[in-house]
């Protein structure tokens, strides 16, 4: 999905262990400010890794490439789900989803235009982030 | 799925306004979309648009190891959907709820009652449907083993203590002040109830037939005795029991006095 971007300068990092590959197209203020934080989010124990997306650019960060196609598939529909059901049952915009699995858990935010996606650990503080996020 | 399965779930959601007034819509499906119980509130189109877009996700969540709970925080209302052995509970509520009173009846007691449930055979004294679960041998492979074991040997009582005893769920309470009825045409040892209550009791038990009731007064003294619907229509729902001469003496009360009224089931 991110190699499909026309005129994105694509980048991809494989340095060591963490995989970042980011495809960027004229980066907002925002964007860049939320990609930041995010980065320094992704030091927190128990986070495993983000998806920042907004409608021109991408940075997908985790330190496995086997899961990104898994997580980004992942992270698209529980975004477009999400706005779904949040609009058929009237609960206000969407500030905030949180997905837990068995092993791992998903929190989604969108600021913007800009949606964020954290995975981190079952067992991490997940409303830390939130704030962090959203500071 | 059995009524004997979906009435005490459906008890269950219908009381949760009670307990916590902002919970606006709560129901509970499975993954191929029936819905198993729902409150009145809800609408089920928009119900089933939850489901399909809800199924969705759970099919895409391999790499978080499966679905457990999904949370959504919107300005006004938030919402719950919590997975208990391939069925889901949805909430939805108000930011106002009290997260920890959600939590309890979301993520502890609904999946207690159902994982009990689900350890009870669908159709009480046939071991055989528990035997038979899909993804096992085929149902009539098995009906045809368990006969020959029946003829021959005695089978291993694997389930018995729930063969015998379909489910029931504990019978509702209820509280009524005392009024005096008599009269030629006034049987001594019938009390008379509000229609609705009794109503009630039958959409709980189902086919189950209900012929006595248990009276007790709050000084502890009880009784069994038959009932009937009250008569004049306008006394329902005013809260009253209608009690003969012989029952308030056997009672030792009076007219204007509380009792706790419940259903005699027949277990």
């Known amino acids: ?135 | 799925m059995t009524e004997a399965y979906s009435t005490p779930l459906q008890t269950i959601i219908s009381e949760f306004k009670n307990i916590s007034p902002e919970i606006t819509n709560t129901f509970i499906f499975k993954k191929n979309g029936e819905i198993l119980a729902a409150t009145q509130s809800a609408d089920e189109a928009q119900n089933k648009k939850l489901i399909a877009a809800f199924n969705e996700i759970v099919d895409r969540s391999a790499s978080i190891s499966g679905l457990e709970t999904l949370t959504i925080q919107g300005a006004d209302s938030q919402m719950s959907i919590t997975s208990m052995n391939n069925r889901y509970l949805v909430n939805v509520s108000s930011r106002a709820a009290d997260e920890k009173t959600v939590k309890m009846l979301t993520g502890v007691l609904v999946p207690t009652v159902v994982k009990l449930l689900d350890q009870i055979p669908e159709s009480s004294g046939n071991e055989l449907t528990r035997v038979g679960k899909p993804g096992n041998e085929p149902t009539k492979e098995v009906s045809q083993q368990a006969t020959k074991t029946t003829q021959g040997e005695s089978m291993p009582d694997m389930f018995a203590p729930f063969s015998s005893e379909p489910f029931l769920p504990e019978p509702p309470m209820h509280q009524f002040m005392i009024e005096k009825i008599g009269g030629l045409l006034v049987p001594c040892d019938i009390v008379r109830i509000d229609g609705e209550v009794i109503a009630k009791w039958h959409d709980i038990y189902g086919g189950k037939k209900i012929t006595r009731v248990h009276i007790e007064t709050l000084e502890g003294k009880a009784i069994l005795c038959g009932f009937k619907p009250i008569k004049e229509a306008n006394n329902n729902g005013k809260g009253i029991i209608q009690f003969p001469e012989k029952v308030m003496q056997a009672l030792q009360t009076s007219k204007g006095k509380l009792v706790i009224v419940k259903p005699e089931i027949t277990r």
């Open chain 1, 1 to 135: 999905m991110l190699k499909s971007k026309t005129n994105a300068k694509e980048t991809e990092t494989l340095s060591a262990n963490p995989v970042v590959v980011s495809a960027v197209d004229g980066e907002t203020p925002t964007f860049e400010s939320i990609n930041t934080s995010l980065s320094e989010i992704r030091k927190l124990k128990g986070v495993l890794g983000y998806i920042l997306r907004s409608d021109t650019s991408a940075v997908i960060d985790f330190p496995q490439s086997d899961k990104i196609i898994e997580n980004a598939a992942l992270s698209s529909q529980i975004n477009e789900s999400c706005l779904e059901i949040t609009k058929q049952f009237n609960l206000g915009g969407m500030e905030s989803v949180l997905v837990e699995g068995e092993d791992a858990k998903v929190l989604c935010i969108n600021i913007g235009e800009n949606r964020i996606n954290v995975f981190m650990e079952k067992n991490a503080p997940h409303s830390g982030i939130i704030k962090r996020i959203l500071m």
